[in-house]
């Protein structure tokens, strides 16, 4: 480009970008102005109806309310209520959701102006319902001539009658009274389940079953809604985590769980959810009454509440031995859920009806199914608001299957797959008011209905830990509970030994969770082992020393040194050859914090040294913590050698004085024959005869 076409041309150019400027203000402009209006214009925003909240249950010459929120609605947008003919059985019911813009129209209300939204952007509609003739113009009346479930769509258009989108709900035609006509029975369990929440450091990690609690505890929540009947069940081991958190939201959400499980039925349960046929297999049956048993005191300790322990619901599959196992642990009813029973001929879903468990022994258990698909709703709608009114539609076509029998069905909603509360706590107050539906504890379900299909529960599909797993947590009970021997005599609530026992058994609890793998249970069991011997590492057994015994019997002084902050009882086992130990040779101790000097009383056999060797052990034995030897010098005789040598000291007396009185009187009759020799002369020596015979001498005769 010359320069003189770029000058000439210059005021024209700047004149066309001044005017895009001026003509592209408004347009951005616009979108913010909008904005604060709650709808908008732009190309990318799609203008939407999404359903807020409804009536569900019409009787005759009732009301019709229906509450929705628009989405970038443009102006003089209007909506229709399209009702469809009633439907009266579930094959029906679930056609038309999957196709439900099908099916013969009933009724329709067209070009309904919106009403003005309020502060939330909502905007509510109320039509008048009759079983009589059709409405006269201009009037807003909805003909409901029969009972059933209606299908409703609500249409929103834009000003030239286009259908910007659609929602898509059902509403109920109630029957008048009717004795003959029993409601159907609807039990509800609110289960909340997760893995291990506590890692092997300690360290607590909720995950997606923190939304799950917090959920629970504001559906239940007695201010807002008092005592509804249902039947919750918790793994034991999210409440420890709970208590265990110093997490301040923790603290609260242990607070509103303990208020909302007040006079509420909770199911019993292990502490963590297990893979029951591999502990069958691996025999550790009574290890489950173990998990049971810790399970119930956790509930106890921080809810507040004990469980009821004749109702279980099951999270895993569970074999004949299993159920056995439970009955022996007081489980009379266990809940299941349809998805670990084999298929039968006619599915429970169908029908609504109970389901009970056929186990290989002779009487089977009591067990009802949890059925699934009504409240598969939840995670299927389109929207979370819809979704307790669809669950409540599945119910009604169940209902008005066979109105005349008494029925009855098991829900569990999916906490996990809920945002919040809300579209459960529709769902419990909805089925509160219910003229057709009739809220109950499961356990009266199956004692008023006879069981309409025995069903196995699915076995197994593969043991969820290793051979090892039982040796490997029999070894670290041993460990856990001899420490505990130590301390909880003497420990009291919230001391640190206390605390450290506590940290143990979760563990060990914690060790047997289903789906960990074999290198996570046995970090959990590691951490047994080596907290123990860390902890014990600190009593430090007498030092290697020389004592002297002065006497038969006495008493040795033993130095022992206890390095931790808390007493602890130890065991003394003593071994000598040369030493007896009068108040046996195991002694239980008490070890305060610091030095302890501890006398054994012993007895000496023989003089001169001896060694005492001594181990210092846990109460029961089982738990070494050291060793050390004593030399012993006994310098003082026993008894026996007193009296031995008392007996050659008087057999020496006895042998040197008959010496010595043999030798004096050899000496006396010495001196006296001497002193008769220097006075007489001794007699002359007899002579003989010639013949022999002796002849006196002069002197003789």
Known sequence: ????????????????????????????????????????????????????????????????????????????????????????????????????????????????????????????????????????????????????VYPVGLVLRDSDGNRLDIVHTFLVRTPMPDSNQPPLMVGTVLSVSGPPAVDQQGNVDLGPAGQSLQTLAEVLDPRVRPQPPVTVSLDPHLIDALALSDRPEHAQLLA?????????????????????????????????????????????????????????????????????????????????????????????????????????????????????????????????????????????????EDPQRLRGIVLAPPLASLPDSTGLGVLLDEISVSPILSPIDPATIVERLEPDALREVRPAEEDSFGEDYKAALTNGQRIARSYQNMVDPIATVGTPERQLIETLERALLLSGAYGLTETQRDAYLAVVAQTVRDTVAAIQPPSQQRITLTSRSGSIPMIIRNSLNHDVIVRLDLNSDKLDFPDGDSLLWRLSPGVNQVQVPVRAKTSGDAVLEIRVNSPTGLLALGESQLTVRATSLSGAGVGIAAAALAILMVWWGRNWWSRRRQAARARHVSVVGMEVAPPPEPTKSENGEGMPTPQQE
């Open 1 to 148: 480009m010359s320069p003189e076409f770029g000058s000439r041309h210059r005021p024209w150019t700047l004149g066309l970008v001044f005017a895009l400027v001026l003509l592209a203000a408004p347009a951005i402009a616009l979108p913010a102005a909008s904005a604060q209006n709650g709808t908008s214009l732009s190309g990318d925003a799609t203008p939407a109806i999404e359903l807020v909240s409804q009536s569900m249950w019409i009787a005759e010459e009732d009301l019709f309310r229906v509450s929705f929120r628009l989405l970038n609605v443009p102006d003089e947008s209007t909506v229709d209520v399209n009702i469809g003919v009633p439907i009266r059985s579930r094959s029906a019911f679930l056609d038309r959701l999957a196709e439900p813009s099908t099916g013969q129209g009933h009724h329709q209300i067209s070009r309904l102006a919106i009403p003005q939204p309020d502060a939330n952007g909502i905007a509510s509609l109320q039509i008048a319902t009759t079983s009589g003739q059709e409405p006269e113009a201009d009037e807003l009346l909805l003909p409901l001539p029969a009972e059933g």
């Open 256 to 400: 509103r769980l303990q208020q909302a499980m007040i006079s509420r039925q909770i199911a019993s349960n292990t502490y963590v959810p297990l893979d029951s046929d591999a502990w069958i297999d691996q025999d550790l049956s009574l290890q489950i009454g173990w998990q049971i048993e810790a399970g119930a005191a956790v509930l106890d300790e921080h809810l507040g509440s004990q469980p009821d322990r004749t109702i279980m619901v099951l999270t895993t599959s569970a074999s004949p031995e299993l159920l056995q196992r439970l009955q022996r642990e007081q489980v009379e009813l266990v809940l299941v859920p349809d998805a670990l029973l084999n298929p039968a001929d006619e599915l429970v879903s169908t029908s609504a009806k109970t389901s009970f468990l056929l186990p290989a022994i002779d009487q089977p258990a009591r067990a009802v199914a949890i059925d699934s698909s009504a409240t598969a709703h939840f995670t299927r709608a389109s929207s979370t608001e819809a979704a307790p009114y669809l669950v409540l539609a599945d119910l009604a076509v169940r209902w008005f």
